[in-house]
């Protein structure tokens, strides 16, 4: 397990690792292109040291890399403010949101896809905005209005990876706890249903509900995110949120668990088409 910043440093290197190989050049021919010691290389690579965009950019264009789209998003893996690629919003609330946030909104606005299981609230990017400020609300616990409004606008701008070109991938396995909990009353709750079912008919967004009747199953242990990324499978990474931090699986045998953990739970789950309707049943008191 590691923080965001250290998986960051570790899967770019590995992905500079590969493409200098793919380029057939030694680590010590890749320094000398580009006017390095061979032990920066090295550095870089292992994750050991940090990376600027700057340093990221001369290896890409020594190694011949021109996919921008992977481009885009081994610099968005640096961590740094002046990396480019799409709109880093979130900077603008540095002085709001803990580093472990920011890390996730991170790795989120570059992933292609998103799979998650939620076993007590809805995803934060499918709420609305009365159930994102109540959640957010008993989540912080003695918040003021200034900072809770603050926090709902990143929860809140952080729904427009599902409006971007090309959308963000949402894959939702939703426990009926979450539908079944009333999150800031009885009107809240009903508009945030309607949200769900709306969400549902998007053809970037797949919910299944996993009914109570399921009984028991994998997912009791609690709520996991699944992020993947575009161009290559080895910067996907498994993010479990704890109350105080994030914690980050990156080796392959965590990605195969949780991937056929998730497998299993929408195996277990009502079909998209049947969960729309139990939502909707849900919202109308049947």
Avoid at 139 to 166: H, I
């Amino acid at each position: 397990m590691q923080n965001g910043p250290a998986v960051r440093r570790r899967k770019l290197g590995a992905e500079l690792r590969a493409l200098r190989t793919g380029a057939g050049l030694t680590s010590g021919e890749a320094a000398r292109l580009v006017g390095w010691h061979q032990s920066k290389v090295s550095r870089i690579e292992t994750g050991a040291s940090g990376v600027r965009p700057a340093d990221v950019r001369l290896l890409l264009d020594a190694y011949g890399v021109d996919d921008r789209q992977l481009r885009e998003l081994l610099l968005a893996l640096t961590g740094s403010e002046d990396a480019g690629g799409r709109n880093r919003w979130w900077h603008a609330y540095r002085g709001v949101l803990p580093p472990t946030y920011r890390d996730f909104i991170s790795l989120e606005s570059q992933a292609s896809g998103m799979r998650t299981l939620e076993t007590t609230v809805v995803p934060g990017l499918l709420q609305t905005p009365e159930y994102a400020r109540a959640v957010t609300r008993a989540a912080v616990g003695g918040v003021d209005e200034e900072r809770l409004d603050a926090l709902v606008e990143v929860r809140l701008a952080r729904q427009d990876v599902l409006r971007s070109e090309p959308p963000l991938e949402l894959t939702a396995v939703l426990d009926e706890a979450v539908l079944r909990r009333e999150v800031g009353g009885p009107g809240v709750m009903a508009r945030q249903l309607d949200r769900l079912v709306e969400a549902a008919r998007l053809p970037q967004v797949r919910l299944q509900v996993l009914p109570f009747s399921a009984g028991a199953h994998v997912g009791l242990t609690g709520p996991f995110v699944i992020f993947s990324f575009p161009s290559t499978s080895d910067l996907d990474v498994v993010v479990l949120d704890q109350l105080t931090s994030s914690l980050y699986l990156e080796r392959k045998e965590d990605l195969m668990a949780y991937t056929e953990a998730f497998d299993s739970l929408r195996f277990h789950a009502l079909s998209p088409e049947d969960s729309l309707d139990y939502i909707a049943g849900i919202g109308d008191g049947a």
